[in-house]
């Protein structure tokens, strides 16, 4: 038998082999310890062999010495990196009070805006309204003059309207998007156009320079102004139930007429009147009318063949009325506790 195949070389290469894996994988200083303790402490199988040299043959004594010396040496040292390495980690669970109950894991969810842009274009979809898109950088002609809107209009003023350069603003609601539709199809049309606008407003309880804004808009044969209370009541029924009562007030816009702001009883005080509804009972969700033909003609339309009617609305007003939330700035400064209510 040769010194290199000698038993007690062969079990201290062993030993190292295992010793350097269970350091490896020690999970905590716990762990690491236990380790020291089976392969390094004095009852360990390494100290049992160091005790037997002394029983070897001569010749290989130093042999087995040495192997031994240098398996310890390399264990000491992989135990001291392993322990630099689990060492912060043991501070940081040192620093958690585990007395403390869990935190419900946050899952994500739909922001109240979007749940009420959902269910609005899927309320539409049941009349037979689709989705529509487009620009939210547009041109002046597009989010004006082919919607009847004089470029003297107050609505027109950059104090009203950010410019980009001449011609060009960001559309300051999604009507365009009507215009464009009319331009690329023949009647009859039927689109619910949801998407964000951009004003000059000021960011107070009622109202953001940048929010979402839902147009619709129906062309066909024999529209009416019947067909179209019809449409606006058979969506307010469907999206705050049958207890909320609905009314037309006339109203003006360039592009509709006759034209008419349509109301809710106010749901925080039930019709009776707090400042929610400014003391009238009632809160105003949309603006709508009958398409005015000078809009029709803007887009090639005969306006004695067709007819129509356009609504448009804030979601973010009408999730509000739907939760009584009293500040629209809750609905997009409010951390994630808030809206988990909603979810």
């Known amino acids: 038998m040769t010194l290199s195949s000698s038993p007690l070389l062969e079990r201290i290469k062993e ?10 994988e020690a999970v905590d200083l716990d762990a ?13 199988p390494l100290a049992s062999v160091m005790g037997s040299i002394s029983s070897a043959p001569p010749p290989e004594r130093p ?71 487009g620009p939210e950088v547009e041109s002046v002609h597009y989010n004006f003059t082919a919607l009847n809107i004089p470029l003297d209009h107050p609505a027109a003023d950059m104090m009203d309207t950010f410019y980009l350069e001449d011609g060009v603003v960001l559309r300051t609601h999604t009507s365009p ?17 949801p998407g964000l606008a951009y004003r000059r407003d000021s960011f107070d309880p009622g109202h953001a ?9 129906a062309v066909d044969e024999g529209v009416d102004f019947v067909e179209f209370r019809a449409a606006i009541h058979h969506f307010v029924n469907a999206f705050f139930g049958p ?5 037309f007030r006339p109203s003006f816009y360039p592009f509709t007429e006759p ?32 398409v005015d033909p000078a809009v ?44 988990g209510q909603f979810a």
């Open 15 to 24: 030993l190292e082999r295992e010793g350097l894996a269970a350091i490896k």
């Open 32 to 44: 690491l310890e236990q380790s020291r303790v089976r392969f390094l402490g004095r009852r360990g």
């Open 63 to 133: 042999l087995v010495g040495k192997a031994a010396n240098a398996a310890k040496k390399a264990l000491a040292e992989a135990m001291e990196a392993r322990k630099a390495e689990l060492a912060p980690k043991r501070r940081r669970l040192a620093s958690v009070d585990g007395t403390l109950p869990g935190r419900k894991l946050w899952a994500g969810g739909i922001h109240p805006i979007t749940q009420v842009m959902d269910e609005i274009c899927g309320i539409f979809s049941e009349l037979g309204f689709t989705r529509a898109r």
């Open 177 to 193: 998007v009507q215009a464009r539709v009319m331009e690329a199809h023949k009647p009859p049309i039927r689109v619910v156009v």
């Open 209 to 217: 320079p940048c929010f979402e804004q839902i147009e619709g808009l």
């Open 243 to 247: 207890s909320v009562e609905c009314r």
């Open 259 to 290: 034209s008419a702001e349509v109301d809710v009883t106010c749901t925080v005080c039930a019709g009776s009147g707090c400042p929610t509804c400014k003391r009238t009972g009632w809160v105003t969700i949309m603006g709508s009318g009958m």
């Open 296 to 339: 029709f003609e803007q887009v090639g339309y005969d306006p004695e063949r067709w007819t129509g009617y356009a609504f448009g609305m804030g979601p973010a007003r009408i999730a509000m009325v739907r939760h009584g939330i009293p500040d629209m700035r809750l609905l997009y400064e409010a951390d994630v506790e808030f809206l």
